[in-house]
């Protein structure tokens, strides 16, 4: 039998748009949509607003809701009610025909899932993986130090020999090579290093050494490629919304190591906890307008003409470091460059 549990359900309803300045709905907003699987915030949000990261402004959310929004499940109801002149959203739980805009506590069962912010399987790897580290952090993890007939380049399927994984450690690991340093553009602080992901292994028999199975390779393996243990993955539902304060910073890595990506792809920002960035955080890219030679027609003119900088994107803010963030590209109409501006929109 399903234990329930409680979970806190606070409902809002939409004030005045006139009341949130420049908020926009969508030219073909739905009257009411009815939460399905596989649905996200960003998804559902950019149903109604043309800007989907100003979704708790119409909910109005507080700090802990934004943190926490598990309060949308598939099945529940968003109606936008029209009837008093001004638009209204309403959330009805379980697609009930009435709902009371006040605090109240329902049971759910435990297997129940909120939906998430974005979708879980384009960052869940970034999650569970430490992917920014500190200089020779991953010298203190337990290494490959060889394999039965000799092989040097190992892959999926493959058993090997890691030093010192003893009884009572965890079974799962993840395989990782020291990367590239992550700099800061101007004052070419180093950030962090990049750990490079290899692939994954599981502990067949604990010991010094210890035997491992390579359940996964996405590149190659070799001795003296280092093991971190895995942990569980937990996907954040914070609500997408903008920072308070004026955040610029700049595109720095892209996942893969190419120079340009698209919508879908995730980013490495400049900017972390130590600047105010958080989870859940929207910010919008930018790409540096060109410095261009004046019209030979006009002589007015400096030299050089800037050019002004371009909006063309806007990332989702889902994992952050003190130094560092990760994004994940949500819009963009042309391709993310290293070194393009990310600000608060």
Do not use: C
Request: charged fraction near 25%; glycine fraction near 10%; charge should be neutral.
């Amino acid at each position: 039998m399903k234990k329930p549990i409680l979970a806190l359900i606070l409902l809002f309803g939409l004030s005045s748009l006139s009341a949130a300045a420049n908020i926009e709905m969508q030219d073909h907003h739905p009257d009411h949509y009815v939460v399905v699987k596989g649905d996200t915030l960003w998804g559902i949000a950019g149903k109604f607003l043309k800007d989907p990261w100003r979704w708790p402004e119409i909910w109005k959310m507080n700090k802990q809701q934004i943190k926490n929004p598990h309060w949308i499940y598939p099945g529940d109801l968003i109606v936008l009610d029209m009837a008093g002149g001004t638009p209204v959203l309403r959330l009805v739980k379980g697609g009930a025909d009435t709902v009371k805009l006040s605090p109240r506590v329902r049971a759910e069962p435990i297997e129940a899932r909120a939906i998430p912010s974005i979708p879980p399987a384009e960052i869940g790897p970034f999650l569970s993986r430490p992917l920014v580290i500190a200089k020779d952090e991953l010298d203190k993890s337990p290494y490959i130090i060889g394999t039965d007939d000799g092989r040097v380049i190992l892959g999926s399927g493959n058993p090997a020999y890691v030093q010192a994984i003893r009884e009572g450690g965890g079974r799962r690991w993840h395989i990782y090579r020291p990367g590239k340093a992550l700099k800061e553009p101007d004052s070419d602080e180093t950030l962090g290093y990049e750990a490079v992901y290899l692939g994954d292994a599981k502990v067949t028999r604990y010991g010094e050494p210890a035997t491992v199975e390579i359940t996964k390779a996405v590149r190659e393996i070799n001795i003296g490629d280092r093991l971190v243990e895995a942990k569980e993955e937990v996907v954040n539902a914070y609500a997408p919304h903008a920072p308070e304060k004026d955040i610029s910073g700049r595109v720095i890595s892209a996942y893969g190591g190419v120079a340009e990506v698209g919508k879908g792809s995730t980013i490495t920002l400049n900017k972390g906890t130590r600047d105010g960035l958080e989870i859940g955080h929207v910010l919008a890219l930018y790409r540096h307008g060109r410095s261009i030679a004046p019209s030979d027609h006009d002589t007015s003119s400096p030299d050089t003409v800037k050019l002004p900088d371009e909006r063309y994107g806007l990332v989702f803010v889902f994992r952050v470091f003190d130094k560092l963030s990760y994004a994940l590209v949500m819009q963009s109409t042309r391709p993310v460059q290293l070194l393009d501006d990310v600000r608060t929109p």
